[in-house]
């Protein structure tokens, strides 16, 4: 009994270790642009969202919010923000608690290899994550038409998959210049309304 009480145990040990080493990279889907800059990629990705009916309110430029701290990046790094009010309304109005995860975003970068890719939220598992509501429109409505201004963005080619280990035992704790970042819009929020601050 004791020897089936301590595999039992080891087995479960062994399945939580498991997964804290694999949520990470699946939580994020990374695509590589056809595209040669981060500018360029940007702009496709802000004219697919309008498209689709979205609101893009920023694309933040992190290398530029950095520098005004004398941090000097490696490489080019945007934020590209959307917004659909509708879907954040049905999702607020039941979980409010979850307006630290908005406005939606998409990273965009260039790696050391010199290629751009696009790294987003993996809107799908999260909102199983959740279950209610959050994975109604999250998870389901929001993943498809994230997926679908991707896919115009990009190309249909261009398939979700892990880029690189986000585990990183001895990873600096970040940088407090990181919270300014969010404050340069690098463009104009064309409506105002307060209502596009969410997804």
């Known amino acids: 009994m004791l020897g089936f009480g301590l595999g039992f145990l080891a087995g479960v040990c062994a ?30 990705l802000a004219a697919a969202i309008e498209e689709k009916g979205w609101s893009n309110q920023a694309i933040r430029n992190m290398n530029k919010s950095m520098a005004k701290h004398d941090v000097q990046m490696d490489r080019p790094v945007r934020v ?26 998409w990273g965009v970068y260039e790696d050391e290899d010199g290629a751009v890719y696009v790294s ?31 896919e115009e963005a990009l ?26 970042a969010s404050m340069d819009t690098g463009r104009p929020n064309p409506s105002g309304d307060a209502s596009n601050a969410a997804r």
């Open 155 to 180: 190309g249909e080619t261009s398939s979700a998959r892990p880029r690189h280990p986000l585990r990183e035992p001895d990873a600096p704790g970040g940088d407090e210049s990181a919270a300014d």
């Open 80 to 105: 590209v923000e959307l917004c659909n009010a509708s879907h954040a309304k049905t999702v607020l109005n039941a979980h409010p608690e979850v307006s630290t995860m908005m406005p939606c975003a």
């Open 15 to 44: 399945v939580a270790i498991g997964a804290w080493q694999v949520l990470p990279g699946m939580m994020l889907e990374v695509r590589e642009s056809p595209y040669d800059t981060v500018e360029e990629t940007c702009d496709r």
């Open 120 to 150: 987003g939220m993996n809107m799908g598992l999260m909102g199983a994550m959740f279950g209610g509501t959050i994975a109604d429109v999250m998870g389901d409505v929001v993943a498809r038409e994230e997926g679908e201004m991707l």
